[in-house]
């Protein structure tokens, strides 16, 4: 239910081609290459960006509407998982106990099926406002990650 809607469509969750291209630079990464090519299409890294962007931005999401949802009910985890899951996909499923929930859980899953319809980094891009460009450049430096 978070992956599956294409591109241009009025499913919500992650889109196909997201996931995909963050698997193609994982790929990329494993057999050494820099660049992500798919279909002999060089991928832009702000492309690849926006992606991982979107990826861990829904993860959170998802993450943190689990999270609410266990301070107001008394339901089993995998219950409340999936009726999150489910709201952040807006896939309409529901182990049925949406009927159940306090007021304001049902307000988190509102709050969450229309952040997975728009897009959370979408709402975030029309809600932050853009930084000013500078003319001046820190100095690279390269930190071990992983």
Do not use: Q
């Not at 049925?96 to 959370?120: D, F, N, Q, W, Y």
């Amino acid at each position: 239910m978070w992956i599956g809607a294409s591109p241009v469509s009025t499913g919500g969750g992650i889109k196909t081609t997201t996931i995909t291209i963050a698997f193609y630079h994982i790929f990329s990464l494993l057999r050494g290459k820099r660049k992500v090519e798919i279909y002999n299409r060089r991928i832009s890294d702000e492309t690849i960006i926006r992606a991982y962007t979107s990826v861990l931005l829904s993860l959170m999401t998802i993450f943190v509407g689990i999270f609410l949802l266990t301070i107001f009910e008394n339901h089993d985890f995998l219950k409340i998982t999936f009726e999150v899951v489910s709201a952040y996909g807006t896939v309409g499923l529901s182990l049925g106990i949406t009927t159940e929930l306090h007021p304001a859980s049902k307000i988190v899953l509102c709050i969450i099926m229309l952040t997975g319809r728009i897009g959370i980094l979408s709402l975030l891009l029309a809600i932050i406002p853009k930084a000013k460009e500078l003319r001046y450049e820190f100095p690279t430096e390269y930190v071990v990650v992983g």
